[in-house]
Nanobody, 120 residues
Framework: QVQLVESGGGLVQPGGSLRLSCTTS????????MGWYRQAPGKQRELVAE???????NYGDSVKGRFTISRDNAKNTVYLQMNSLKPEDTAVYYC??????????????WGQGTQVTVSS
């Protein structure tokens, strides 16, 4: 059974920091691309950051320079360090694991989400 469990969300003041964690089980973590997405009320889910199995990273334009994604294959965990948080970062943050090949198809898993609220 595949599980992605996010933690680290909460309430933080503007300008503050949070670190989200997503610990996985049931997958070969090291071969999966991992991502963080977020969804604010009334908006579509959007990419925040992603990291490939080879540690290449990509960020959404709104978080570049403020957020950092990293992974620890020994712990089957991906992290999202969020600095200089803004009220517009308020959303439910979801962890995603993706792997695919032309022969074996695609495997796409999601966590349950963790709430991040940025407010004074």
């Amino acid at each position: 059974q595949v599980q992605l469990v996010e933690s680290g969300g909460g309430l933080v003041q503007p300008g503050g920091s949070l670190r989200l964690s997503c610990t996985t089980s049931g997958i070969i973590f090291s071969i999966y691309a991992m991502g963080w997405y977020r969804q604010a009320p009334g908006k579509q889910r959007e990419l925040v950051a992603e990291i490939t199995s080879g540690d290449s990273t990509n960020y959404g334009d709104s978080v570049k320079g403020r957020f950092t994604i990293s992974r620890d294959n020994a712990k089957n965990t991906v992290y999202l360090q969020m600095n200089s948080l803004k009220p517009e970062d308020t959303a439910v943050y979801y962890c995603n694991a993706f792997w695919g090949s032309s022969l074996e198809g695609e495997y796409d898993y999601w966590g349950q989400g963790t709430q991040v609220t940025v407010s004074s």
